[in-house]
T-cell receptor
């Protein structure tokens, strides 16, 4: 158990809809990262938050947004969903030394 | 722009033999490299890492080698066990005001009993 909690584990929705994925980092970790893993693809970096502030953006679509709340949990919002957004979405957290990421078990999103 | 590349999508190795997984990178600003292991329906778990100032790090059956001039790292697993069968991701950390971790596409290792 990495200590990172992601909910829900599975999400099935239709095109055009909006969903919210939730992540609770390990106790004490201030950094939260979001990654997307599509079929046969590696982990694509989406966005990084540190103590409530956005610190870096990767290949994140404009239809996607994220935030980190004062209690350090984070949410990834995906809107106007398309079939191609179907993927595994991982959240990871890291501590002060930032020497490794601890991953949650992911949210499997299926857009039908 | 794939800055971290794992060119072998899959690898099969006999139990007890050595498994060698390779990773190439293009950005000389990466300062830390990591290997993660992923089982189906689970998140990636940290395996071993190496700082860019070192060329080798060992942890039990796992050794990571870094060749900075070739921008290449490799993970050696000796001896390989059936439980090592998983997808292995190479990752590199970029530090510039913040930390950014770039992952490769993964190599699926199958250890045959």
């Amino acid at each position: 158990d990495s200590g990172v909690t992601q909910t829900p584990k599975h999400l099935i929705t239709a095109t055009g809809q909006r969903v919210t994925l939730r992540c609770s980092p390990r106790s004490g970790d201030l950094s939260v990262y979001w990654y997307q893993q599509s079929l046969d693809q590696g982990l694509q970096f989406l966005i990084h938050y540190y103590n409530g502030e956005e610190r870096a953006k990767g290949n994140i679509l404009e239809r996607f947004s994220a935030q980190q709340f004062p209690d350090l949990h984070s949410e990834l919002n995906l809107s106007s969903l398309e079939l191609g957004d179907s993927a595994l979405y991982f959240c990871a957290s890291s501590g002060l030394g930032n020497e490794k990421l601890f991953f949650g078990s992911g949210t499997q999103l299926s857009v039908l | 722009d794939q800055q971290v590349k794992q060119n072998s999508p899959s690898l099969s190795v006999q139990e007890g033999r050595i498994s060698i997984l390779n990773c190439d990178y293009t950005n000389s600003m990466f300062d830390y490299f990591l290997w993660y292991k992923k089982y189906p329906a689970e998140g990636p778990t940290f395996l071993i890492s190496i700082s860019s100032i070192k060329d080798k790090n060992e942890d039990g059956r796992f050794t990571v080698f870094l060749n900075k001039s070739a921008k290449h790292l490799s993970l050696h697993i000796v001896p390989s066990q059936p439980g090592d069968s998983a997808v292995y991701f190479c990752a590199a950390r970029f530090t510039s005001g913040t930390y950014k971790y770039i992952f490769g596409t993964g190599t699926r290792l199958k250890v045959l009993a």
